[in-house]
């Protein structure tokens, strides 16, 4: 069966800080790859996806960047995090005939 | 403009009560829709997923309804458990796989 893993579960960060969120998809090939990020109270606001390793699609500009160095392995950056950057982060994935979006367990990020 | 529309926003119901929330969505054209469950803290987990010429679908004590016409769905929670408190989104996708999320509705359960 399919498992994402999604670490840290939490981070405090100084604001400044460099940031790096990992997510690994198990038990599939190829899959689509997502984050998300969910501000309190507000919806999921859909950050990057990617549909193959080294294929990255920004919906937002922004102060983060994602990679994708292995067909199962999506990673968010930031050099330096702003104030703005805290929330909770969700990396997901989809396979190509379904679309349904299976979730990580989420990163709540906490910039101080 | 493709949008989707919770509500209530938040809602507060005594254990063993029923509940409906409403999605509306302007999403076109349109592929399919989809109820998520997300426990506080953690990623949301889908609950049904409905197609343009399905009406009603069920999961345990969870149902959903779609009205393609009207663009209206909506997820009825019958003898709600303490258990059921979470936020519940739904999500609406495109023939081009755009995929556009509600704000959520807010449930609590309380004994």
């Known amino acids: 069966s399919q498992t994402i893993h999604q670490w840290p579960a939490t981070l405090v960060q100084p604001v400044g800080s460099p940031l790096s969120l990992e997510c690994t998809v198990e038990g599939t090939s190829n899959p689509n790859l997502y984050w998300y990020r969910q501000a309190a109270g507000r919806g999921l606001q859909l950050l990057f996806y990617s549909v193959g390793i080294g294929q990255i699609s920004s919906e937002v500009p922004q102060n983060l960047s994602a990679s994708r160095p292995q067909d199962r392995q999506f990673i968010l950056s930031s050099k330096k995090l702003l104030l703005s950057d805290s929330g909770f982060y969700l990396c997901a994935w989809s396979s190509r005939a379904r679309g349904e979006l299976f979730f990580g367990s989420g990163t709540q990020l906490s910039v101080l | ?111």
């Open chain 2, 1 to 111: 403009k493709n949008q989707v529309e919770q509500s209530p926003q938040s809602l507060i119901i005594l254990e063993g009560k029923n509940c409906t929330l409403q999605c509306n969505y302007t999403v076109s054209p349109f592929s399919n829709l989809r109820w998520y469950k997300q426990d506080t803290g953690r990623g949301p987990v889908s609950l049904t997923i409905m197609t343009f010429s399905e009406n009603t679908k069920s999961n345990g004590r969870y149902t959903a309804t779609l009205d393609a016409d009207t663009k209206q769905s909506s997820l009825h929670i019958t003898a709600s458990q303490l258990s059921d408190s979470a936020s519940y989104i739904c999500v609406v996708s495109a023939l081009n796989n755009d995929m556009r999320f509600g704000a959520g509705t807010r449930l609590t359960v309380k004994p």
